[in-house]
């Protein structure tokens, strides 16, 4: 059977598909069953004839909408714990791989511009972070400490702050999708200029290098992590603007799960990146190559994470298919 002629015969059929999965809650358990039986067959048939063709991908997440609901009442097993980390964020990242691209490269341009008008103009430097942090910075870097800053505070105070900060504004880049993904892009430029900027303060007094190496000792997971939220963010907001098969509501819904399975699974990031911050980045005399072993440990895991494994993931499926 030609594909178009496959889609033509099922698309009624599908379209009563997805307003019993949209209302699943207020059907009866047989009729979930039937449907759910119905779509397994075609989505089957679509795999083994089409399958590189949209309807295919269509069919999948019908299916697999139907199924998450029909299961999820089932009792959780403590390795739902392991496996939300292990394959539902990557299976969520695969997904998201371009908007994770765009999220990369808004962020380092934003950077680069915030970095290049900070060097040209030192005053651009305070109308970003403010007189008072940068008035701050400067003495500790006359007093020979130019992260002093790391050791303003406590360290368990200093730890709770930072990671509560951090995560608010992951869920800030996060919700912004709602405004499309504008409210993103915005969110991820500001921080980005703001943190290049910051950078070509440093670079003016000449200790960049110094603070370099204690920004991205605890950055290095804190900023990939801001990516990738912004990457759930745009995914947010492209769901609007992008439904593709999908109404624009089912489209909302579906990318709005994706895109909060992501920022979830960042929390455990910004914790770790906050647990360094406040306990170990104020302490420079450890030596330079333990700062940079613990920095490239850092970011082999965020590439693996969060772009390695999702291919390895979901290749293996492409391929078994």
Known sequence: MKEIKFIRYNLDKWKKMETVVEDADFVSPDKLADTYTELTADLSFSQTNYPDSRITIYLNNLTSALHNHIYRNKKEKWSRLYTFWTREVPDAMYESRRALLVSFVVFVLASAIGYLSGMKDPEYVRQIMGD???????????????????????????????????????????????????????????????????????????????????????????????????????????????????????????????????????????ILAGFIEGFLTRHTEQPDSLRITW?????????????????????????NS
Do not use: C
């Open 132 to 270: 008072g942090y940068v008035d701050m910075t400067i003495h500790n870097i006359q007093n020979g400490d130019p992260v002093g800053v790391y050791g303003s505070q406590s360290e368990n105070p200093m730890f709770l702050q930072i990671t509560l900060n951090n995560v608010l504004v992951s869920f800030r880049i996060f919700i912004s999708g709602l405004l499309t993904f504008f409210g993103t892009a915005y969110m991820l430029i500001y921080n980005g200029v703001m943190i290049g900027a910051f950078q070509a303060m440093l670079h003016q007094y000449g200790v960049w290098g110094e603070s370099m190496l204690a920004l991205f000792l605890h950055g290095t997971l804190e900023l990939s992590a801001i990516i990738v939220t912004g990457a759930a963010g745009l995914s947010i907001g492209s769901g609007w603007l992008i439904p593709g098969s999908y109404s624009r509501m089912e489209a909302f819904r579906r990318s709005a799960r994706r895109g909060l399975r992501i920022v979830i699974g960042t929390v455990p990031i910004f």
């Open 295 to 319: 920095i490239s440990i850092s970011a082999v895991f965020v590439i693996f994470y969060y772009i390695v494994l999702p291919y390895i993931y979901n290749h293996g499926k492409k391929t």
